[in-house]
């Protein structure tokens, strides 16, 4: 079914050196803007010069974003933790949230960014912990 709820799920390497937070807001701004159109919802982890990343929708559209990510020199070393079915949206009030980890949170969300260190589930309901404690901000969703 191309309409299927789908869930994509990576870590990547930035390659903005250091991670300019103009070039973040510039990221999710078009992010935003395009998974609006696509009917896609997510949460995107920043931390020193890792991404993880969850974007979940139809799959036709997910599957042309996977597409577009491996193209985009802003990042390299996609590892894709997942790619499938899903029974139910988990960022469905967020277009793309992100969130930078805290220098207090890096200890404990280390290994939420090296891959094989966690069960996918485990990393998912961590970062649905964090977006959960976000405000929603105006304009997001
Ligand atoms: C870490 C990372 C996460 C991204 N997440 C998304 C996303 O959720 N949705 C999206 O449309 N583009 C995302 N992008 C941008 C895409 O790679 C691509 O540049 C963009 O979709 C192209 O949009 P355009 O054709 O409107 O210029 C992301 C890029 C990076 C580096």
Redesign the pocket.
Same mark, same amino acid.
């Given at each position: 079914m191309p309409n299927s709820l789908h869930r994509l799920s990576y870590l990547?390497v930035?390659t903005l050196k250091p991670l300019s937070l103009i070039g973040l807001a510039e $990221?999710l701004a078009?992010?935003?803007?395009?998974?609006d159109r696509?009917g $896609?919802t &997510?949460a #995107?982890a920043v931390s020193k010069s890792q991404?993880f &990343?969850v974007?979940e929708g139809p799959r036709d559209n997910l599957f042309s $974003?996977v597409a577009? #990510?491996q193209?985009?020199r802003?990042?390299r070393d996609i590892h894709i933790l997942e790619l499938g079915p899903a029974s139910a949206r988990i960022f469905g009030r967020w277009s $793309?949230v992100a969130d930078l980890i805290e220098p207090s949170l890096v200890v404990s969300l280390a290994d939420l960014m090296i891959p094989d260190a966690l069960a996918v589930e485990t990393r998912l309901a961590m970062l649905e912990g964090l977006t959960g404690s976000l405000r929603q901000v105006p304009g997001m969703r």
């Open positions: 990547s930035a $990221l078009i992010s935003q803007r395009n998974n696509d $896609l &997510g #995107l991404y &990343g974007v $974003l577009r #990510l193209r985009d802003r990042h $793309l």
